[in-house]
């Protein structure tokens, strides 16, 4: 072999050493920016998803939004700013027992199935005028939604009529149908029907239903809620005659029994 053929494999020999360098290295270059950029898009994915994640946290929830709703849905039969006025009975009656009560409310229940049937009674007659005032409070101290829901399905009912809300009130009430003040059970719609069923004005009530499924009066609950919020009363049940607490002879609790109630009322109706 010449010279000058070694010469000239070494020569060519080198060369394709130095492209085959320039192949691997832009090799390498191109896989490290592909590298960066992936990187840079799961950080920016990640940033995002957490950017997303804070903002749905922020976002108000369903009953939050409906506390501040500036446009109230509010039932029929009822008066007053955002239908607010709740007065079942008699126009002409003189006198206007005031009843503040939240559905999840123990002390309520015990006291509509003492003496609610009285208190239907007397208004029937005439005696006073009957005006409600829903409270919400319990869902506030168990982080719950059913006194909320339930109170939105009685403005339900009181589109319908007087008479339903009054009959749907107590079923809600009974010993049938209210849950432990634990137990969240109004919080569900498929309940609060459950229990409607057992009112004949509201079972197979179409737009009744429709009403408490699609939260039509959510709203309204929560005006109605805000009501008894601003009304200084502290808890339920509450009743006052005109203004005036009605309470058990020598105790600041609300009747429980009908005699309680019987006699307490009587001596509010002379005051």
Not at 75 to 103: F, Q
Not at 138 to 154: F, H, P, R, T, V
Request: positive net charge; glycine residues 8%.
């Amino acid at each position: 072999m010449s010279a000058r053929n070694s010469k000239a494999n070494k020569a060519a020999a080198r060369e394709r050493l130095r492209q085959e360098r320039e192949r691997q290295a832009k090799k390498e270059r191109t896989r490290r920016q592909l590298i960066v950029a992936g990187s840079t898009v799961l950080v920016l994915a990640v940033a995002g998803g957490i950017g997303y994640g804070v903002m749905q946290a922020n976002k108000p929830g369903h009953w939050e939004s409906a506390k501040d709703a500036k446009n109230v849905t509010a039932p029929r039969n009822t008066s007053g700013e955002n239908g607010t006025t709740v007065v079942i009975g008699e126009p002409g009656a003189k006198k206007t027992l005031e009843l503040y009560e939240d559905s999840r409310c123990p002390a309520c229940a015990a006291f509509e199935q003492g003496a609610g049937k009285t208190l239907e009674k007397d208004v029937a007659e005439g005696k006073y005028k009957l005006k409600y005032i829903g409270a919400t409070f319990i869902d506030n101290m168990d982080q719950g939604e059913g006194s909320k829901n339930a109170l939105s399905a009685l403005g339900a009912a009181l589109d319908v009529s007087p008479e339903a809300f009054t009959e749907y009130k107590a079923a809600l009430y009974s010993q049938k149908f209210h849950p432990q003040e634990s137990e969240d059970k109004f919080a569900k719609d498929s309940y609060l029907l459950e229990v409607a069923d057992s009112v004949p004005a509201l079972k197979n009530n179409a737009a009744f239903k429709k009403n408490v499924e699609d939260g039509t009066f959510d709203a309204w609950a929560m005006k109605m809620s805000a009501t008894f919020d601003k009304s200084g009363v502290e808890g339920t049940p509450t009743l006052k005659m005109d203004g005036k607490k009605v309470t058990v002879a020598g105790s600041d609790n609300a009747p429980e029994t009908a005699a309680e109630y019987r006699t307490a009322i009587d001596k509010a109706l002379k005051g």
